[in-house]
């Protein structure tokens, strides 16, 4: 069976400063995974994808993640932290084959302190 | 574009009532999703759909129901609120091996 695990509920990180918000994985086969990010009564938002290719892959608002395999990992990053992106972050993995069931970590909520 | 659509927002329902959360899709998405959201328990898949007419249960599926007759529209059908289904829903949708896309949430409140 697929997870994910997000070991911090919660990153502190102050206004300007680099932020990492870490995500492991456990599939079979070849993993797509993704990164979510969700603002307060609102539903899930797309921030970026690894399917393959590069390791390191870009997305929207300047946020970034680096897929390592040999790790099982796929950390999310941003070189300069702003007030605005603190929300609640969701790693997600999809099976790529079958029913591409789709299972979510439990979140880690980003507090950017200004 | 509408995306992904939930009705209702919110809603308050009495132990034992039932109830259906609507959700449709115009992107002519295969994969359609339905999760739950506790409060520090991420999302919880409850069932899914690959295609009209084909569902599956997810991780927590007891007390639920889903059909699927078309390609827009993924119903979740409560039949006996228990105050253990209150929480936030989202309804989802995505092509094959890519990402998904998700409603606004439906807030379920049962007393």
């Known amino acids: 069976a697929q997870s994910v695990a997000q070991p911090e509920d919660q990153v502190n990180v102050a206004e300007g400063n680099p932020l990492t918000v870490k995500c492991t994985y456990s599939?079979?086969?070849?993993?797509?995974l993704f990164w979510y990010v969700q603002y307060p009564n609102r539903g899930l938002q797309f921030l970026l994808k690894?399917?393959?290719?590069?390791?390191l892959v870009k997305g929207s608002y300047g946020f970034e993640a680096e897929f390592n395999k040999s790790q099982t990992s796929f950390h999310l990053k941003k070189p300069s932290a702003l007030v605005s992106d603190s929300a609640l972050y969701f790693c997600?993995?999809?099976?790529?084959?079958?029913?591409?069931?789709?299972?979510f970590g439990t979140g880690t909520k980003l507090q950017v302190i200004p | 574009n509408a995306g992904v659509t939930q009705t209702p927002k919110f809603r308050i329902l009495k132990i034992g009532q039932s109830m259906t959360l609507q959700c449709a899709q115009d992107m002519n998405h295969n994969y359609m999703y339905w999760y739950r959201q506790d409060p520090g328990m991420g999302l919880k898949l409850i069932y899914y759909s690959v295609g009209a007419g084909i569902t599956d249960k997810g991780e927590v599926p007891n007390g639920y129901n889903v059909s699927r007759s078309t390609t827009e529209d993924f119903p979740l059908r409560l039949e006996l609120a228990a105050p253990s289904q209150t929480s936030v829903y989202f309804c989802?949708?995505?092509?094959?091996?890519?990402?998904?896309?998700f409603g606004q949430g439906t807030r379920l409140t049962v007393v």
């Open positions: 997600a993995v999809r099976e790529s084959g079958g029913y591409q069931k789709v299972t």
């Open positions: 690894y399917i393959t290719g590069d390791n």
């Open positions: 989802a949708s995505s092509r094959v091996n890519t990402e998904a896309f």
């Open positions: 599939v079979s086969g070849n993993p797509y």
